[in-house]
Structure formats: C-alpha cells, structure tokens
C-alpha cells in the first residue's frame, strides 16, 4: 500500500465511472465498490425488458472497462454505511474501507410512494433482474392467454398497464405496442395478439412533464398511432394481482410495470445530512456534503438545486457530468491547487424513442419528433454504449429488427411456467 | 376443431422440431408441447456457460420458428404422464391431451449416479438457466479470489473442477482455461487469473471415449497445451461446497461442475415399456414402443440398438434425423402408405471443440485435428444454428473474439453476491 490519498467511488454506474476515468494519472489510489460486477446501460434496459436486446448488449463488466486504469481497484461487494467522522465505509462482506476523498454515486430504485406492498405485482425497471423479470411477465402473458378459454379471463392476460409518464413508461409503452402488433402477429393460433391493450398511465397533465408540452403532445400522438391507450391526470390508488385502481376505474389486468417513482439509495441516510422526500442528498454548488468537502454525491443519488433552470432531472449526463467535475475537484486538490468553481450542468438536450422511427427530441432549441428525433436518439445511444463489441452488436440488432419486425431475444427464463405469476414469485 | 388426425409433439428440441416440420403440408393438426418457450441449441450451451454468447444467441422461441406451419400448434406446459391405452397425455397445467400419434422428444437431464447430493455443489449443463448458474459461479469464483487474503482459501476459490470427459466436458475445459488464460488477463489486481487451475476428471480410460483413440489423444494434448490438468481413470466419490474427493485426492473447489451423466426425462416411465439404465425406452427398429406403432420416442430420450455400428450416441443429428423419420412414417400412415422401413442413422461425422483454433473431427473415413477442425466446427454450428439473426449474430460475437480474447457476456446476474456461494444458493 501506498500513502498516496485514497479515493472511495461507491457505484460504477455513469457517475462513479467517470469519477474513476476522470483521476486518470492522478496520484492517488481509486477503489470502486459495486454490488453489481457490471456497468449497466440502464437508458437501454427497456430494451431488455422488451425483448429486443440480450443483457450482455447493454452491460459491460466494470473490471474490464477499468482495466486499463493502473491506479484503479474494483470490489464486488455493497456499500451498507459510511462514517465521515472516521472517512470510513462499511462494507456488506464485512470490512471497511477508509478513504480520504469520497465519491457517493449509488443511484435510485423504484420507489412505490409508501405502497411497498405493490411491488409484487407491479415490478419497476433499474437492474437486469427487474428486465427479465418483466420480459418474463409480457412474454407468459400472452402464453396464458392462448390458453385461457374465457374470454374474459383472457383479456386480462392481454392488458398491460404501465404506471408512470416519464421516458421509461413512454419507452416501455411503445415498445410493448409493437410487440403486440408486429412481433408477436403470427405466433399464436387461439389469440389474435393484437387484441392486447396497452395503457399507460400518468397522474400529471401530460407525458414527458420534463419536456416541453408541444413535444409531450407529440409523444402522445405517436403512442396514440401505435394503439397505446394513454391516460393522464389519473393516480393509481391500487394494485393488486389482478388488477389496477386508478381514477375510478378498475382495470383487469396481470401485467403491470412501475416508471412511477424514485427513491434514493439507502445508504446516503448514513451520510448524517438533510434529505429530500426522495432520499436525494441536498448537495452544495460543488457536489458535496455540508460540512465535508472531501465527500461527493452524484447522479440520482444528488439533489442539486444551485441550476438557473432548476433540478437538475435524474438523467445520465448528469451523473457523468458530476463525475468528470468530481474528479476534477480532487485531482485539484491533490495537486494543491483547489479551486472549487461550482458544478455546472451542459443541458446537451434530452431524447425518448417511441417506436421504429418515432420520437421526440429537445436539443437546446431544436423541439422535433419523428423519424428525424429517432435517428439522433439512435446515434446518441450507441454512441454512448460501452464498449466496441456492444455498439457493433447493437446496431446489427437493431437493423435486423428495424428490417424483420423481430425481437431476438424472446426468451422466458427464470421460472417453471406452467402456472399464471403469483404474488410469491415476485417475491422469489 | 377438425377431425384430421393429431399429432402430438413433447419436446421443441431437435428431434421434436424435426418432426413438426417434417409434417409440412400432411393432413394432421400437431400440438408441440414444451415447458420452455424457446427451442435451445444446446450443443453451444458451455459458450453461454463460459461468458461468450449469450442466451438469445442460442435459443429461439419455439411458436417463432413454427409460425408458418399453420397446421401446427404450440403449447407452453409440461407434460407429466402418458396413458397409452387411452391415447391421452397429461399435463402440468391440469388438461389432457389426445392423441392419434405421439411423438416423445423429451431429451435427457443429467444423473448424479445415485448421488443427488451432489448437485447443489456441481450444477450439470442442460438449460439456460444451468449456463447462467455456471457463468455465475465461474465469474463470482474470480470475484471471491481477488477478495480472499488467505493463499489457501485463495487458491480454492482459482480451482474449477469439471466431472466428465465427454464433448460437454472437453469444451467446458479448453473455454476456462482460455478463459483464466487471456480473458481475464488484466482485470483483477491483487490476483493473477492465470493462476487458476482448470481439472478435467474423467473414470474411463480416454477423454472423448466415442472418438477414435487417435483423436483423444489429440484433444488432450490440445487441453494440456492451453494448462489444462486432464486425469483419467479417476472416478469421483465425493463433492461437497469445497472440495472433489477423486482416486485418493482431495481437491480443494468451490467451482465444480458436472459434465458426466445423462438420465432421460421421467416422463418415459410412465409409458409402460422397458427402459434402460438411464432411464431410456428401448425402441423397436422404427423407433417406436412396443406395441403401440403410434408412439414414437426420438433421441436422448430413445436407446435406439439396431443400428450396426452399435448404439446411437445422444447428439443432435441422431435427434434430428429421428425426428424426420417419424413425420415420414406418420405421413405414410396418414396416406394409407404404411411402409415402415426400419429407421437408418446417417453418420455424418463428430466435432468437438477445444479452444481457439482447435478441435478434433471424426467425419467418416477422416480424422483429423487442429485449426481446420475448428473451421469445421464452426462452419456446422453456424450452420445449424436457428435462425438467420443468430447465424449472423454468432458470427460476429466470434469475429470479435477471435480478434480481441474477450468475450462479452461476462455478467453476473441473479442473487447479491457479497458473500461466497452456499449450498443453499444452489438448490434456490
């Protein structure tokens, strides 16, 4: 060991990465903790959870991406606590980490507004497991349903409702549309799979509230077109296995899929700082804590609210952007030159995909949907994607679809499959 | 519901696919029945076990490769018994099924010989979901190394055992040892992958004992080329979490995986006919059971002893050409040309594969070993693999790593890994 400073990144999501990339040549000794032994694209996830990508094309092992890093170390293991007052972190195996600069970017997970005992039936969409979980789901909803006799019984196989209007609900939504009504058209003999309806739903005023609303109209026009039933200001007051309570209405359905709420990492209520109703870190002008400017918190897992446009949203440039700045900040300051000018968010637009050649992009003040909105989305994308062989891959996917109407990776793993899902496996 | 003939199909694997296909255009209705959803290619299954491909790659959903034979049926349940006086086969989900012709294709799982305590230590490789236990264990092992202070226990961890010499077995060998050899060269820090041990344990006298001597005498010194440890006439007679007792030794692994023995589907024994030590039905020259000309068993589920050179090994194109045969005698019977000649195995030959650029190949009169082995090798899977997304998938997902020594599905899903892998783990 050297007595060079030590710099703790807890998650090697976008923020935590480009922290570690951003201390390259640095003197210092950098440790990424991550449960996970791999970085994962989530804007892509949808794209697992709907059966167009396979896992491995939007995740990449974190040691491999790092391995070029000499000065970098990565543990498999999860961050439980951290003690500013000793710089420690505790770890789930059992040890500690003691570090002098520290860089929280942990992210969120799916969060049920108090309604935890949704879970079960309603599962949100942040790791690979919670992909293949839905994946799973759709996939043996429409098996159930050719074999259902009831024609009641069997419609509510073949109702997918999606909680939440942000990009990952407008995303899933018209993905499952196209299932429905491309990919899965001549599988079945008993069911016509376009019988299937797909409703999101949003309890704000429109879809896309980050958006502009003349993009938010555009984005419902579009999932309007591909037959997704979209209903806004309507709050969802239950689900159960069977069913949705929303606006009154009562919706039969065993396919349901949470894009409704975040809820912060756990560990941050350790960090012994004020949160928000979302679990977020108030962080100051420079990404840290009050009272510790050798502890950083990014991405999902920070509440920034020094912006001139606001907060700043839940988005992966904004978590890289941290990263890059927090390493910027400590390799400053390990070189004795502190400067600490304040974060500044580069707002280089935001992008949602609908369908095949459908989307909506505000970039600066370029508003646009369409074709032209879904090109950019896909050149952003897999720009952006990790790794050489996964672009490659990605991109031969995707013209094989765009060209086929076809989902490679229509695959129900998990579980035995000869009974509808019950509570308990969501549980499993 | 027509009164044509019904043909039921258990088992989407090769021979069952083969007979569905095979009755292309014959006034029958077929129900395959399944109780997975897609059709695995199996012979490529240790690709997804050792971290290069990943599971879409290799499996197709079973209704998208029948969705054009309208005659055909695909039904995803499982079924558990057969009645064949009252022509009716059973299903998990509660309903029966009746048939005019039966075919079983319900291939083979692996056996412990008697000692089922055993697979909770040494996961056997048949499904996806045994490829992904594998992975997993085999990725964690490297994770749990690079944590572990303690030489010994260090070392234990680098120790991967394989039981069985056979093709699953050799291949499984020859991918983890390029595995700890190249792969993982400079992603871990405090451990060199190299140091890994890969032992390849088999009882009888050769490794690949239905290959010509010659042959397993070039796949060994092929294995032991890429460092791996190949001992034969050494029989195994204990596992358990961390260790192998075999001929005198006991070998300190947590990553121990079975590649030795097959039982055929327990479905076969409800059909009332003699079945073989591994649970087979000893079919007649047409592949049949006794007695009853209208049920078929193909396969790893068939001990077919007719054949001249003796009986038929449990490999795809037995399965296959079982298949093809069956759809034929069932379309001559269904056109009142009952002609059953007995069922003729074409030989085409046996590949198996040891690493980058080496295999051995038994292919009629030529035996040979090396690079152009390993050209045939994959000139016959690409071939044979279903579907031209994966064909061309495949090809590039091997392109990449025959230029780079990566492989890219080097993921670690499923359960929380902050802690070493327990029996428990294995039989969740």
């Known amino acids: 060991m050297t007595t060079r400073p030590h710099v703790v990144i807890l998650g090697g999501g976008f923020g935590g990465l480009n922290a570690a990339k951003g ?71 059992g040890g500690t980490l003691a570090y002098d600069y520290l860089v929280v970017a942990t992210g969120a997970n799916h969060s049920y507004f108090g309604h935890d005992e949704w879970a079960p039936f309603a599962p949100g969409l942040k790791t690979i497991e919670d992909a293949l979980e839905i994946r799973r789901r759709v996939l043996l909803a429409f098996e159930h349903a050719e074999m259902e006799p009831d024609p009641v019984a069997r419609q509510a196989y073949l109702n997918f409702v999606i909680v939440g209007g942000g990009p990952t609900g407008v995303e899933l939504a018209g993905a499952l549309a196209e299932i429905k009504r491309y990919v899965l058209r001549r599988d079945f003999r008993r069911i016509d799979p376009r019988e299937a309806i797909v409703i999101l739903i949003e309890a704000g005023k429109r879809i896309l509230p980050t958006y502009p609303p003349t993009l938010s109209d555009k984005a419902k026009r579009s999932l309007r077109d591909l037959g997704v039933d979209v209903r806004t200001e309507m709050t969802v007051t239950g689900i159960d296995a069977d069913s949705v309570l929303a606006g009154g209405w009562r919706i039969p359905a065993h396919t349901i899929i949470w894009a409704a709420g975040n809820r912060a990492s756990p560990i941050l209520a350790t960090l012994g700082v004020p949160l928000d109703r979302q679990g977020r870190v108030l962080v100051e002008p420079d990404c840290t804590i009050p009272g510790h400017p050798e502890v950083f918190v990014l991405g999902d897992a920070a509440n920034f609210a020094h912006d001139p446009h606001g907060m700043l949203p839940g988005v992966c440039p904004v978590a890289m952007q941290m990263g890059t700045y927090a390493a910027r900040v400590i390799r400053d300051a390990v070189r004795n030159r502190p400067t600490r000018r304040p974060f500044h968010y580069w707002n280089k637009g935001e992008l949602a995909v609908i369908g095949r050649g459908r989307a909506v ?63 308990a496996d969501a549980s499993a």
């Not at 996830?45 to 000065?71: E, F, H, K, M, W």
């Not at 490659?392 to 695959?411: D, K, N, Q």
């Open 361 to 423: 992009a505000n970039i600066r003040r370029l508003r646009f949907g369409g074709f032209f909105a879904w090109l950019a989305w896909i050149f952003v994308h897999i720009f952006f994607l990790i790794g050489f062989r996964n672009r490659l891959l990605v991109m031969i996917e995707w013209a094989i679809s765009y060209l086929t109407y076809s989902r490679g990776a229509r695959l129900i793993t998990g579980r035995s499959v000869d009974r509808p899902p019950t509570p």
């Open 23 to 93: 201390l390259k040549g640095t003197p210092v000794d950098v440790t990424v903790v991550d449960r996970h032994n791999h970085h994962l694209f989530q804007p892509m996830l949808y794209q697992v959870a709907t059966a167009a990508l396979s896992p491995g094309d939007i995740a990449s092992p974190i040691r491999s991406i790092l391995r070029r890093r000499r000065n970098v170390e990565v543990l498999l293991d999860e961050a439980t606590a951290v003690d500013t007052t000793a710089r420690q972190v505790r770890l789930a195996s």
